[in-house]
Structure formats: C-alpha cells, structure tokens
Nanobody
Framework: QVRLVESGGGLVQPGGSLRLSCAAS????????MNWYRQAPGKERELVAG????????NYADSVKGRFTISRNNARNTVWLQMNNLKPEDTAVYYC????????????WGQGTQVTVSS
C-alpha cells in the first residue's frame, strides 16, 4: 500500500520557521522525483518545490526562493521542506507528491498538512 504521510505543520508567526516532513512507503522512493505543493483557500494548488530522485537538483517557485529548502534522504524514504521567514501568504495546506519525472503526472499524493502563518 502506497503511503505519503506529511507532518510538521502548525501555526507560526510571520518571520518564523517550520520544517515539514513526508514519510513514504509502499513504493521505491529513490526512483521518484518528489514535490511539495500547496493550496490556499479559494486558490488552485501550486507547485512549491521539487527535488530529483537522487537529490542532485532542486527547483522552487519564485515566491519561495531563498526562503524554502527541499531535501531528501533515500535511505529513510523521507523528504523535507524547510520553511524560513514565513509570510501570511504562505498559509495553505501543504502536500507532498511523487512523480517519475517532471513531465509525468503525479503518481502519489499525501493527505496534506496545514500551515498557518499569523500573528
């Protein structure tokens, strides 16, 4: 059974930090590119960050460049999203997702974790 389980969300003040984790099971994690997406109320789901299967290359949405860092450990079947200098506009449900390449559809989705940035 394929599972992607996110954790680490919560309420944080503007300027604060959070680290999201996504634990994968049920598929060969090291064969998949991993992404973090987010969806704010009333908005479409957007791609936040991606990392290649071996972890050698990353990409970020312009809105989070310099503030967010995606990383992975294939031995632990885990991908992380370190979020620094959080802003109210970062408030959303964050999802991890697995895909074979950047051009193929997402194969697996997590259930999401809520991040709220508010004073």
């Amino acid at each position: 059974q394929v599972r992607l389980v996110e954790s680490g969300g919560g309420l944080v003040q503007p300027g604060g930090s959070l680290r999201l984790s996504c634990a994968a099971s049920g598929f060969i994690f090291s064969n998949y590119r991993m992404n973090w997406y987010r969806q704010a109320p009333g908005k479409e789901r957007e791609l936040v960050a991606g990392i290649t299967s071996a972890g050698g290359s990353t990409n970020y949405a312009d809105s989070v460049k310099g503030r967010f860092t995606i990383s992975r450990n294939n031995a632990r079947n885990t991908v992380w999203l370190q979020m620094n200098n959080l802003k109210p506009e970062d408030t959303a449900v964050y999802y991890c997702a697995a895909r074979v390449t950047s051009l193929t559809p997402v194969a697996y989705w997590g259930q999401g974790t809520q991040v709220t940035v508010s004073s």
